[in-house]
């Protein structure tokens, strides 16, 4: 019995044809304006029109009515107010002001693995097809007070640490290296969506299709983290954050949700283990925290 995976995410962004254009080319579905859907996953993402962007919901899938009893009760024991409407658990998360939802859902069958050859034939040795991402393995979220929302999150819903990187806890809720992570930031904001697919080919046949007339998307990538060993593509979205293809073999061998537990002497992993080098110094700040870097700098 757990919360096991995030449902959704519900955007605000400031030109909605510009990010629904971007994410269509990404290899999500439109089953109607503004909302797009995964192979596994069903509908996962939800855009709307904003002055400015904004992460205005994230919703997450428990296995019965006991889980969303317990977290109600763990929430309150931190001082968090959590309601039960039509039998979904709602909750406003302090640190980021994000509405969190919980409700009761089905488990995802494991993720399939590639497809190998059928014939000799030299075609079906380079994949042609579009990339359709899988699911939406995890988002990351900047926020001014990370050790706050950590509470939230790891003692009022559950969630597990799997390790810190950037300085900012790397969060699960079964076999998946992260779900969630929480980044220190000047403000609330989504840093980035990642979307698994069927392997490393994937990322790269999807990545330089996206940045094929569209250069300026290109953010980093191919690469391999170094804690989570998931190979990636990140890519600029057209509302500031990014967008991420990954795939990870090591989600797939992960034999229980111990697998990912850091040992007690563990010291703090670099981002990459290995990467293709990035256009920029700083090539995964998003477009709100540029600003305020610069003028740090000074």
Partial sequence: MAVHRIVSLVREVPDLLLARSFFVEFGLEETAPGRFSTVLGGEQ??????????????????DD??????????LAELGITAS????????????????IRVSIGERLARDPGASAPTSIDRNDLVRREPVKPLRLGHVALG???VEAAKRFFVEGVG?????????GPFMRFDTDHHNIVLLPAPMTLLHHTAWKVRDVDEIGYGGARMIENHPERHAWGLGRHAASANYFWYL??????????????????????FFWDPGPDSEELPVAA?????????????EAMKAPILSESR
Avoid at 45 to 62: D, H, T
Avoid at 87 to 99: D, F, K
Avoid at 159 to 167: H, P
Wanted: aromatic fraction near 6%.
């Fill in 84 to 99: 039960l409407v039509n039998g979904e658990l709602q909750v406003l998360e302090p640190a980021t002001s994000i509405l």
């Fill in 236 to 257: 600029k979205d057209p509302a500031g954050a990014f967008a991420e293809y990954y795939h990870s073999e090591m989600d797939e061998l992960a034999d229980g949700p």
């Fill in 159 to 167: 969630m597990r640490i799997s390790d810190y990187v950037m300085g």
């Fill in 143 to 145: 926020c001014v007070d």
């Fill in 274 to 286: 290995w990467a293709s080098p990035a256009l920029e110094d700083r090539p995964l700040v998003p």
């Fill in 45 to 62: 993402l939800i855009l709307r029109s904003g002055a400015a962007p904004r992460v205005v919901e994230l919703s997450l899938a428990a």
């Fill in 65 to 74: 009515e006991a889980d969303l009893e317990s977290i109600r009760a763990r």
